[in-house]
């Protein structure tokens, strides 16, 4: 069993169970945002963590040890992605990448966002005019060493 066919049982059976990432999440004890990208195939589960959710999900045993082994990170299946949604992303750091590194240089120095000491919180905002997307995401800055 490969890992995307894994994914593919997750959100199959997420699904049938009408269960919600914030759900699983609280099963094992982790924030929806970590717990939805790990059972989308990009972080890797405690055997713990992989035992309860085979349980609550009714995955085989092949699908548990597959989500403790670590993953190939990066899921898009393409360089520019299609999907819109994840597309507005892909736009956003188009549009607003250079601000983001100028920004984040000028205040820290010459460096980076880790995406591996990081976490994110999203949240829906309501709003008169319509609800809006609320993310915050906070990773540690790491800086480009001299040697």
Not at 5 to 28: D, G
């Amino acid at each position: 069993m490969t890992r995307n066919e894994v994914t593919e049982l997750i959100i199959l059976q997420k699904s049938v169970k009408a269960l919600t990432w914030p759900q699983l999440a609280e099963a094992i004890g982790m924030s929806k945002e970590w717990t939805t990208a790990a059972l989308l195939g990009q972080m890797t589960l405690t055997k713990e963590q992989a035992d309860t959710i085979g349980a609550l999900l009714d995955l085989p045993g092949q699908a548990v040890v597959q989500l403790q082994v670590v993953p190939y990170k990066g899921s898009l299946p393409t360089a520019v992605p299609t999907d819109p949604l994840i597309y507005r992303f892909y736009e956003l750091v188009n549009v607003y990448g250079t601000t983001f590194k100028e920004l984040i240089h000028e205040e820290f120095g010459d460096g980076i966002m880790s995406a591996i000491d990081f976490s994110m919180d999203l949240k829906r905002e309501p709003d008169p005019k319509g609800d809006r997307v609320n993310i915050v995401m906070s990773g540690k800055f790491l800086p480009y060493k001299s040697y």
